[in-house]
């Protein structure tokens, strides 16, 4: 009995390490590809026509433009104190990844640009494609809870010592980078900086949640049976039914919540009005679900 014991233990033991191994190694992979397509969009084109994206990565290209020196290394030599103090404050585990993130992104910028083609005179295509590598990279990156870096380090200490929110404080940053860019390069590059930083922010939105991004629904209806079947077998969706009270009326009343996907609302709409059209309909976007019929929660990374 005590050798099987230990030999279930050893089995859970190394089943355990694949599993961490596996959830590493699926980690390295996006940040390698996240920190890639950063390169490619700073190298490609961005930089190459004086579309600052913001932050750290701005202030490099100010630095190449007036001392020559290397983008890439610029960035790392920056990143640098700023991680070493927050992960003293905040703690080694925020800095581990975005060390290894900020790395690889600074290399792949450097040692790529000799090999890499420019896209230049073509304002339309450096502006969307460079937001559209420079959202998909950073998204890969978020992905694994780690940062590339750049003026997100300051922001969290900030945030962390006198609890200025980052959201304030990264605005304010990218407000005195883009100021710096109109000036250096003119008004257009900065204004084509706005606009790739909007597409980059869509698409990193876009590629967090995915096609199968999901709205909950709250629904108060005086046919909330009829509605229940109809989510159930048309939508194919789960129904929870809630009691609720009117706060004017006081009466009681039947609520239903549901979780459906995005490209379904519009059917749903449809049919509420339909069936009863002084229904009262509530919609907001959920950020994630999981569990049945969504995402399991066992294949969460």
Known sequence: MEHLERFDQATLLRTRWGVIRGRTLFELLLISTGALLIAIAVDVFLDPNDVVPGGFTGLAMFANRWWGWPVGVTL???????LAVAMRVIGVKFGTKTLLTATLVSLAIDLLRPYLPVVQDEPMLYTLYGGLFYGVGMALVFRVE????????????????????????????????????????????????????????????????????????????????????????????????????????????????????????????????????????????????????????????
């Open 76 to 82: 790392w030599v920056m990143n640098l104190p700023f």
């Open 146 to 301: 780690a940062t590339t870096g750049g003026t997100e380090i300051p922001a969290k200490l900030l945030e962390h010592r006198w609890g200025i929110r980052m959201s304030r404080s990264l605005f304010a940053m990218d407000i005195v980078v883009l100021s710096l860019a109109a000036i250096l390069f003119g008004l257009a590059p900065a204004l084509y900086a706005m606009v790739m930083a909007w597409v980059s922010a869509r698409v990193l939105d876009f590629v967090d949640r995915g096609l199968t991004a999901t709205n909950s629904v709250f629904i108060i209806s005086q046919e909330t049976q009829l509605l229940r079947e109809m989510i159930i077998h048309q939508l194919d969706r789960g129904v929870t039914i809630l009691n609720g009270e009117g706060g004017y009326t006081g009466s009681q009343r039947t609520v239903l919540f549901t979780v459906i996907r995005r490209r379904q609302t519009r059917q749903l709409r449809r049919l509420v009005s339909e069936i009863d059209p002084a229904a009262f309909l509530f919609v907001l976007p959920s950020y994630e679900v999981l569990g049945e019929g969504f995402q399991p929660l066992t294949k969460v990374k």
